[in-house]
């Protein structure tokens, strides 16, 4: 039978988190009935995080590793996942599991009326969040939705969520085109879905906040606005033409 998904985590010098994150997600999917893959992309950590991958995948088919020396971002390892996903649908998430794996059932159902690309959002009807991240961090990434829903599309509204998934022939197209690895990758995402007139869901997802975050405030405010005014630019520029 044919992959029906592949499940892309990048992970950066996740030592600490690892054992916890690979449970959850493998005691939902080897319960599921379909073939599934679980890809794991390290991005250049240098702690013990891809030793803790290759012990996991060792004598199972199902997991794959993707590694590399150098860390070039969060946006840089899911693409390289995507890059050799096999699965008829591509989920990327994170490690921490903010969002509960469990919630891609909901997912094939968007996929099931048409829909192209499901991205997950904790700010429609129906979604929760459990726990909150800190103030500043909440309030911060409000302001980047702003921005994005002003110069990308303002239809969308919850640009930062982590929990994204595509059919295959969607994702290869635009991950391909990906030309931003740091906060705003999800931005560029949804300017290419809007570009290539993609038919995207916003499904509500059960969302907590996970301690740990590799985000910088400082460094990444500045690179989200830069990210952003070069999707603009690559636009403009004809930079994504298909």
Same mark, same amino acid.
């Given at each position: 039978m044919a992959t029906k998904l592949s499940v892309v985590v990048p992970c950066y010098n996740e030592e600490n988190r690892f054992q916890k994150g %690979? &449970?959850? +997600? %493998? !005691?939902?999917? !080897?319960?599921?009935?379909?073939?599934?893959?679980?890809? %794991?992309?390290?991005?250049?950590?240098?702690?013990? &995080?891809?030793?803790?991958?290759?012990d996991s995948a060792r004598g199972k088919s199902n997991i794959q590793i993707v590694t590399y020396s150098r860390n070039h971002g969060k946006g840089y390892a899911i693409i390289q996942g995507v890059k050799t996903a096999h699965g008829q649908y591509i989920l990327f998430?994170? %490690?921490?599991? !903010?969002?509960? /794996?469990? &919630?891609?059932?909901? $997912? $094939?159902? +968007? $996929?099931?009326?048409? +829909?192209?690309?499901? /991205?997950? !959002?904790r700010r429609v009807k129906e979604a929760k969040i459990l726990i909150h991240q800190h103030f500043l961090r909440e309030l911060l990434g409000k302001g980047f939705t702003l921005l994005v829903r002003l110069l990308i599309d303002w239809q969308i509204k919850d640009a930062t969520c982590g929990f994204k998934a595509f059919e295959k022939n969607i994702a290869q197209k635009i991950f391909s085109k990906i030309t931003v690895y740091d906060w705003a990758f999800d931005a560029e995402i949804l300017f290419l879905c809007k570009k290539y007139k993609i038919k995207v869901a916003q499904a509500p997802v059960t969302w907590s906040d996970v301690r740990g975050t590799k985000v910088s405030l400082k460094k990444d405010i500045f690179r989200s606005l830069t990210g952003l005014i070069k999707i603009r630019l690559n636009g403009l520029q004809g930079k994504y033409s298909s």
């Open positions: %690979l &449970t959850h +997600y %493998l !005691s939902y999917l !080897s319960k599921q009935k379909y073939p599934w893959e679980l890809i %794991l992309v390290n991005d250049g950590s240098h702690d013990q &995080t891809v030793e803790l991958m290759r998430t994170d %490690l921490d599991h !903010s969002v509960p /794996i469990a &919630t891609v059932e909901s $997912f $094939f159902k +968007y $996929f099931e009326k048409g +829909y192209q690309a499901v /991205i997950g !959002s």
